[in-house]
T-cell receptor, first 114, second 115 residues
Framework: NAGVTQTPKFQVLKTGQSMTLQCAQDMNHEYMSWYRQDPGMGLRLIHYSVGAGITDQGEVPNGYNVSRSTTEDFPLRLLSAAPSQTSVYFC?????????????FGPGTRLTVL | GDSVTQMEGPVTLSEEAFLTINCTYTATGYPSLFWYVQYPGEGLQLLLKATKADDKGSNKGFEATYRKETTSFHLEKGSVQVSDSAVYFCALSDGPLVAGNMLTFGGGTRLMVKP
């Protein structure tokens, strides 16, 4: 049971390039989400999904796209990278709400945009 | 909207000292409250949680009590160890009122414990 996995661990992009951050979980969790972590600001929600085929925006969605074609995978796409997107990105999953609301986090992807 | 405020760090303590990290929140509903810990180079791990007023969450010697009257969820430990050095995040989830059960985080507090 690998939990939540993320790839790559590190990435450097030039302004304007596109890329996809991968996230997968093997716990059959319905809920998945993407956060970015910036110094002094905690983690901020980018996008989330409550099940396959369903996605919604979080607090800071601009410049990012997501899709959820399977329960296991929840990739995050940067369409045209900007220096303001330099951050550490975390993917998380949870079984559901209420008593099942514990979120499990991946190890993170450190992204630098030059 | 929902928000979480934590004391700014870093907090530097000697081994076996008493730890308190303050956390207060604002929320529209009846949130669940969490403390997450992030060790260097790793993702976040759930440390403890409380789902209703007056609940006490506890784990690994850490405790926090859900105080609805003061909208607080302060983290405490009676005797810290060097291995407790990490960044601690307070967070809330407004549960059924917020689709997807997503978390609102505080800014994080870095704890450094010296031998």
């Amino acid at each position: 049971n690998a939990g939540v996995t993320q790839t790559p661990k590190f990435q450097v992009l030039k302004t304007g390039q596109s890329m996809t951050l991968q996230c997968a979980q093997d716990m059959n969790h319905e809920y998945m989400s993407w956060y970015r972590q910036d110094p002094g600001m905690g983690l901020r929600l980018i996008h989330y999904s409550v099940g396959a085929g369903i996605t919604d925006q979080g607090e800071v969605p601009n410049g990012y796209n997501v899709s959820r074609s399977t329960t296991e995978d929840f990739p995050l796409r940067l369409l045209s990278a900007a220096p303001s997107q330099t951050s550490v990105y975390f993917c998380a999953s949870s079984l559901g709400q209420g008593i099942y609301n514990e979120q499990f986090f991946g190890p993170g992807t450190r992204l630098t945009v030059l | 909207g929902d928000s979480v405020t934590q004391m700014e760090g870093p907090v530097t303590l000697s081994e076996e000292a008493f730890l308190t990290i303050n956390c207060t929140y604002t929320a529209t509903g009846y949130p669940s409250l969490f403390w997450y810990v992030q060790y260097p180079g790793e993702g976040l791990q759930l440390l403890l949680k409380a789902t209703k007023a007056d609940d006490k969450g506890s784990n690994k010697g850490f405790e926090a009590t859900y105080r609805k009257e003061t909208t607080s969820f302060h983290l405490e430990k009676g005797s810290v160890q060097v291995s407790d050095s990490a960044v601690y995040f307070c967070a809330l989830s407004d549960g059924p009122l917020v689709a997807g059960n997503m978390l609102t985080f505080g800014g994080g507090t870095r704890l450094m414990v010296k031998p």
